[in-house]
């Protein structure tokens, strides 16, 4: 989990989102934990979103909007055919984050002061002096104490989703290795074939004179076919005789799942080795000759070859799992309107 208060308020705050990292969400009235109201925004702002008494106004949420799309500057804003969507995301993350917010609050999570400085310090370097004490004039009033808070809010936010999430999802390698083991269908590998083809194809709606012609261009073209001798030699035939659209590819139709060839060549490639040339085979009104490049037979993927991707993968469904299994918790009994 990345710093995430400063990146986002200094992109949105110099009409850039260049800084590419995630939302504060913390332009709000909170009346959490008794505290009264009072409001840290500069200006008045149009009420989004209370949660639980906090309120969330128009700017997190446009804040947020500029995190989901980050190509906002480039466009002039988001999208119209994306706007809907962006803005329930936006609205429905900003939620998330107050009510993280809440509960680490609630929770007495603590923040060193040593951590709250450095964060400061490191939001100030990103801005550069002239850009921060505007920010700190316009979205804090002047004060370094509500930027503090601000920041403090950012990092309680980081250390529930890094207690709550980060720290739950991690996958072992004996855990990926189970799941590779219950799975084994995920993995397998079904035959595959490479070939290189040349096919002689009559005229559509011809007649018995054209498909003789075809006949015979096939025989002269199997004649030559049987004596190259490499790749290269039947793939410069196929250029020059075939009809088919892999003519201009050498022939080569790469590396395909056997399933998916018509099952003629499937019965003639089997019997063959690499560099062998097919007899004539006739599939519906054309001719074809095969050249096998490769053969594999159905296999698994090992459990070396998959482990790395397979640990990301197991992990990204399980943060997503614990994401929503956590928000839902929170969401079950707070007071939440959206304006």
Known sequence: MGFRFCMMAAALFCGSIAFGQSSLVSSHT???GGNSPQEVVS???KLAVRVNGAVLTESDVVREMYTIFPYAGQHNGVPKAMEADVRKGAIEMIIFEELLYQEARKLKVPVAPVQLSKAEAAFRKELGSGAYEQFLSTECQGSKQVL??????????EKMLKTEVE???VITAVAAKAYYDKNPKQFEKPERLRIQTISIVPPQNGGADEDKEARNRAEKA???AVATKSYQEFGLLAERMSDDD???NMGDRKTVEASKLPPPVVKAATGMKPGEVSTLLQLGNAYTIIR????TGADKTPFAAVKTKLQSDLQKQKIAELRAALNQKLRKD???EVF
């Open 148 to 157: 503090r808070e601000k920041i403090r809010r950012s990092l309680l936010i």
């Open 334 to 336: 707070a007071r939440i």
């Open 30 to 32: 909170s009346t959490v």
């Open 222 to 224: 199997y004649k030559l």
């Open 246 to 248: 892999w003519h201009v």
């Open 43 to 45: 200006s008045p702002m």
């Open 292 to 295: 096998l490049v490769e053969h």
């Open 167 to 169: 720290q739950k999802s």
